[in-house]
Nanobody
Framework: QVQLVESGGGLVQPGGSLRLSCAAS????????MSWYRRAPGKERELVGT????????NVADSVKGRFTISRDNAKNTVYLQMNGLSPEDTAVYYC??????WGQGTQVTVSS
């Protein structure tokens, strides 16, 4: 059974940084690409970016390009989202996702002064 546990969210001032983590279990993590999504208040969930199984290639949405970076540690079954230059528009619940299975509980990121 796929389990995903996101952590690392919180309240941060505009221009600040956060690193989110997602611990995965219940499947062979190193074999699959992983994704990060977010859902802002009143909006649909949107794809933030993806990372290949080896971590050799990543893609992020235009809205976060140059500010957000995805990485992974297959030895720890964990995927990360490094977020720099945060703005209030980045306020959302952030989720990681495997290519199958359900969603984790997400982690709240609030960008506010």
């Amino acid at each position: 059974q796929v389990q995903l546990v996101e952590s690392g969210g919180g309240l941060v001032q505009p221009g600040g940084s956060l690193r989110l983590s997602c611990a995965a279990s219940g499947f062979t993590f190193s074999r699959y690409f992983m994704s990060w999504y977010r859902r802002a208040p009143g909006k649909e969930r949107e794809l933030v970016g993806t990372i290949t199984s080896t971590g050799g290639s990543t893609n992020v949405a235009d809205s976060v390009k140059g500010r957000f970076t995805i990485s992974r540690d297959n030895a720890k079954n964990t995927v990360y989202l490094q977020m720099n230059g945060l703005s209030p528009e980045d306020t959302a619940v952030y989720y990681c996702k495997a290519p199958f299975g359900g969603w984790g509980q997400g982690t709240q990121v609030t960008v506010s002064s």
